[in-house]
């Protein structure tokens, strides 16, 4: 009897460490999807932040493009007209497909 009772505190005491490591893997486990959820919120806080400076910088180049200065009117409507003539072609290849 006194091995058996042995046996049954020997797996108890298992179980019971089993039960313990479960909860620090699960307590370990919840913080690390927070971290992921929280890197995921920064990377699409990020891309937005690229996302916006791309159109302020292509907002930027088109204004510089269309800056006249110095009386360049000939060489500002230049620019307008390549302008247009790009905005054209990229019609084109989209109506094409």
């Given at each position: 009897m006194?091995?058996?009772e042995?046996?049954?505190?020997?797996?108890?005491?298992r179980?019971r460490q089993?039960?313990?490591q479960?909860a620090?893997?699960?307590?370990e486990?919840?913080?690390?999807?927070?971290?992921?959820?929280?890197?995921?919120?920064?990377i699409?806080?990020?891309?937005?932040e690229?996302?916006?400076?791309?159109?302020?910088?292509n907002?930027?180049?088109?204004?510089k493009m269309l800056?006249?200065?110095?009386?360049?009117m000939?060489?500002a409507?230049?620019?307008?007209a390549k302008?247009i003539?790009d905005?054209?072609?990229?019609i084109?290849l989209?109506?094409?497909k």
């Open positions: 006194d091995s058996n042995k046996t049954l505190n020997t797996f108890a005491t179980v089993m039960i313990l479960y620090e893997l699960k307590k486990n919840d913080e690390l999807y927070a971290l992921v959820d929280q890197r995921e919120k920064e699409k806080q990020l891309q937005e690229l996302s916006q400076a791309e159109v302020d910088y907002s930027l180049k088109m204004a800056e006249v200065t110095d009386g360049d000939e060489g409507q230049k620019r307008v302008l003539r905005v054209n072609k990229c084109t989209l109506s094409e």
